[in-house]
């Protein structure tokens, strides 16, 4: 089988929250959203490591936060300027093969399903990449954002949110690598589905649960839509 590795972008500093600790630290049912995801895959139980990008000034409290919950192999590595540049840094940090499989999941996100893990894996391996991804509910069009008005409706059924866990096999790594990177931190992928340009990304469709805490406000609505998974019935 495959090595199954995890990077966790938690390199946030709470700016647009306006909180006094970076939002990776709020807490959701009792712990924080970084808890909440290192948990989730530890359930999982398939990973071989975890590697946690945390902003530099922000290393410590991390390694304070999951004393409790990291493993031999797992760790903590320092991240970049933009969000791309942190997830290099974590899969840099790790030795891999062409054929091993990263989960890259913005630990914003507290509420992915274990079976959307493995359905992920399941579309890496015929895409090499795979996001999960929400239908849209509401209307949607294209916009000139500096002209005031709408150019275009869009089919809501051919549109849908990316979310994250996102998954790539290492092939993929390697050939993105080989075509450089933009030395304009504001032409970065924002994702991997950015990254990967034209090429094909497999989906695994979820619902409302998967929300991204992003703005105040956004935690005690995490809370209120928390997915607690019962264990398997033997």
Known sequence: MNNLYVVLLAGGTGTRMGTEVPKQFLKVRGESLLRH????????GLTKSITIVSHPDWILETE????????ANDRIVPGGESRHLSTLCGLESISYDTKDIFFIHD????????????QLVEQTRIFGTATIVGKSTESLVRVRIHQ????????????????TPQTIAGFMIKELLLEGLSSDIRQHPTDLCTWM??????????????????SPGDAELADSLFWEELPPVE
């Open 37 to 44: 995801s290192v948990k989730r895959f530890r359930k999982f």
């Open 64 to 71: 304070k936060e999951l004393d409790d919950l990291l493993e």
């Open 107 to 118: 630990v914003a996100r507290p509420n992915f399903k274990q079976k959307e893990l493995y």
């Open 148 to 163: 005031n008005y709408t150019e275009e409706p869009l089919k809501r059924d051919e549109v849908y949110a990316v979310k």
């Open 197 to 214: 340009g034209k090429r094909k990304v497999g989906i695994v469709e979820t619902d409302h649960h998967n929300i991204k805490v992003t």
